[in-house]
Structures are given as C-alpha cells and as structure tokens.
C-alpha cells in the first residue's frame, strides 16, 4: 500500500516495499505536467520557474486510483501519477541510470560470435518499410544497437565505374542513409563518394592501409553512425589480362572490432592499461586541408563511462589522427595521480595488441550491393590496403538522431515519453 505525508518543506510517499522517497515542494511545482505549465504538443514546459517561491508549500496532498494530487497556495492543482514519482524518485535514487526502459541490450562479440550470428537485412525491407514501431526499420537499428553494425544487402549500384552508374548507386545509397535520419554534414561534406586520390588530404583517400579506428577523434562530438558503401572496385582501366588478379586479391577488406568487446578484454587482462585509457585526454586533430585545422574542446580518453553508472559508453581511438601528447598531467580524475609517459604507451600497446587479435578483428571483403553501417561510438573500423581502381560512398548520422529513431521505432513514443 502507497502511502503520502507531506510537511512545510517536501512531500513524502512510502511505497509498498518500504522506501520512502522525498521530493522538494519547489521541485514538485517546478515539474508539474498539467496543459498550463507543460505543453501537450510541443513537450516543452510552459512555466515561469523564477515566479516560484523559493519556500513554497503544498497546500493540500492527496492519493487517489495510483496519482497524487497536490493543491498549492495559489490552488492550482498538479497531478503525478506513482509510476512517474518513482520512476523520477531522487531522495533516493531508486533507478540509478535513466532512460533504462526504452534502450535495450546489447551483444558484444568477437568474430566465431558475430559470423554466427550475423547481422543483415535488406536494401528493400528498409524501403518499403513504413517506419513504425515494429517496422523493418525498427529491426534494423535494433540489429545496429545489439551488434554496433548490420550489414544491407540489395543495394542498387551501377555495373561500370561510370559517372552515370555510380549517380545510380549513390542516389540509392543517400536515399538508404536518409531513411534512417538526417546526414550530418562535415569538413568532408554532406554524403560523399571518394577514390584513392586524396581529394581530401585524409588518409581515408588513399590505398594505404589503416588500422582498426573510430572516427572523428578530433571532434567534440564524433559521428554516431558510419555508412560505407563499394561502389565499385577493379584493376582499373590500363590492366592487362595476363595481370589481372582474382577480386580477392585486390585488397582493401574491411576491418572490425567491436570496441566494447575489446574494452572489456583490456579491463580484464590488464585494469592498468584500461584506467590509463580511461583517465589520459588523448588530443587529435584533422588538419590536412588548408581551410581546416580541428581539434576537440579538450582532449578525451579512449573510454568515456557514464558518471552515474561507469558503464561505458563510447570507445575514441584512432593513432593515426592523434595530436603531440604533452598533457600527462592533465588526468580527467585528479585524484588518482599523474600518469607516467612509459606508463601511457605501455597501455595503448596493450590496447593495439587486442585490436589485432585475429579472433577479435573481424574482416570482411565489401562488395558492391552490399552496404555496411555501424556504431561509430562503439565500433571500430579500418581498411587493408589495395590495389586497382575502387570508389567507395556514404555518410556519417549523429548519435542522438539516431538513437532517436531506434527508441522511437522499437518501443514507441508513449514509453519513450514517459522516460523523459
């Protein structure tokens, strides 16, 4: 049985279990969700805050059909269901992490689990999907969310390296990308198509070969998610045929490794390196063009965590994008003491090491028609170098639009609503 007191300062509430959570009058007035003070349409509160008083008291407290009513001086009314008081309890903090309903488990893998269980789905499920909650869209950033990357397969591209037949393969890559949220728009640009030519003073240009990364390590805000599709790939136009190697001899597969996976290796095998990893600002930068010159607002470490729970939430590495370390001093917890220069390389070693793990990197040969997105926060990704022609499309979307769609699509707006 619920039950409900209330003094000059809070009101109390005893749930059925025994705890009894405490909420401030001023909190209480601040948060009501009535049309007046909180906008039914737009979700955004209506409220002058600032014409509270500071010691307001509740003029009456009621429990009536699992809701609270509270009349205040004024005798305006507010009304908070007990599901929503104890979901939002913070004296004490009943839910340690929200929103904890409307997010969903994750699989971490290495590769025997991700080949076994590989994620996929179509280019004409997604299309023809009409995005509601259930929708073959919610099955793919769900695939997206539990593995950090789905593979899509029908995909339309062109069958030459021709101006027009590539504009047929990026038109419908664009359209795949856009079907999920808006494309975020960068130093890069928006949706881009790129060759080994170094259009972009990027080593992402080239043909050389590049570890296992995430990108935009020089961002304050990395891309969430990362788009890749091959558009095309071959000798090239002046190869003989007594030199023309079978496609697999081309190069240029792809790497993966899911972050957390190898996180949680570290954290196991050596938890030096990955408190190293998880206290070192590490600076970078993307300073290859002229017009540009980037770097993060400060330096972040490789493994950002939550500061309520610790759970990790994004992996940040990429060693070919990162900046002169001079900062060893500059430790996001000042508590626990500088770190030592050989101490730092000691834990990237460690961390590289897992990286290349053949039972943890994960590579596979991209093929036209077959697409690839993943979690850039969570996934790493790289490129084994080639040879030949071969040009490449897609895009980057942010986290939060993203991770919006996926909420929205597999458990619908009410729950999510009701995690605010």
């Known amino acids: ?44 509160r209506l409220l002058n805050t ?12 009621t429990f009536n059909d699992q809701s609270v009513l509270i009349v205040w001086p004024d005798d305006h009314e507010s009304q908070f269901t007990v599901s929503w008081l104890r979901q939002h309890s913070y004296a004490p903090q009943l839910d340690q ?39 073959s869209v919610a099955s793919w950033t769900r695939l997206i969310h539990q593995y950090g990357c789905c593979f899509i397969d029908g995909v339309p591209f062109g069958s030459t390296d021709s101006p027009e037949d590539n504009a047929v393969g990026e038109s419908a890559t664009q359209a795949l ?37 995430t990108d935009g390590t020089y961002w304050s805000d990395p891309p969430g998610l990362q788009l890749f599709h091959l558009l095309h790939h071959s000798h090239g136009k002046n190869a003989s045929s007594e030199n023309i190697n079978a496609q697999s001899e081309l190069g240029g597969e792809t790497r993966l490794v899911d972050g ?56 940040r590495w990429n060693n070919d994008d990162r900046s002169v370390m001079d900062n060893w001093g500059q ?18 070693r460690a961390w590289y090491e897992i990286l290349t793990r053949p039972e943890v990197e994960y590579i596979v040969k991209l093929v036209p028609g077959r697409a690839l997105i993943f979690d850039n926060w969570r996934v790493l990704h790289g490129r ?14 942010n986290r939060d639009d993203y991770f919006s769609r996926y909420r929205l699509t597999n458990f619908g707006r009410d729950a999510v609503l009701n995690d605010l």
């Open 1 to 44: 049985m619920i039950q409900t007191r209330f003094d000059k300062n809070k009101v109390y509430i005893t749930w059925p279990d025994g705890v009894t959570s405490a909420y401030d009058n001023i909190w209480l007035r601040d948060t009501c969700q009535c049309p007046e003070d909180y906008h039914p349409l737009t979700k955004q």
């Open 50 to 61: 600032f014409a509270i008083p500071r010691d307001i008291q509740a003029k009456n407290v």
């Open 97 to 135: 992490v929200k929103p904890a309903k409307t997010v969903g488990v994750q699989m971490h893998w290495d590769v025997a689990k991700l080949k076994s269980n590989l994620p996929e789905i179509t280019f004409d499920e997604i299309m023809t999907a009409d995005g509601s909650v259930g929708s």
């Open 177 to 213: 990308v856009e079907r999920l949220a808006y494309i975020r728009p960068t130093h890069y640009g928006g949706f881009w198509a790129f060759t080994a030519d170094l259009a972009k003073n990027d080593t992402a240009y080239t043909n050389l070969d590049l570890g296992s990364h």
């Open 260 to 315: 957390f996976y190898a996180a949680g290796l570290l954290r196991q095998e050596s938890p030096q390196a990955y408190n190293v990893l998880s206290r070192v600002g590490i600076p970078a930068h993307s300073a290859g063009e002229d017009g540009v010159c980037i770097v993060p607002s400060y330096p972040r470490p490789v493994f950002e965590h939550h500061p309520v729970s610790g759970e990790l939430v994004q992996v």
């Open 331 to 348: 430790i996001t917890d000042a508590n626990k003491g500088e770190v030592g220069v050989v101490e730092f390389y000691d834990a990237i």
């Open 384 to 397: 084994k170098a080639f040879t030949g022609s071969r040009r490449m499309c897609g895009a980057y979307i």
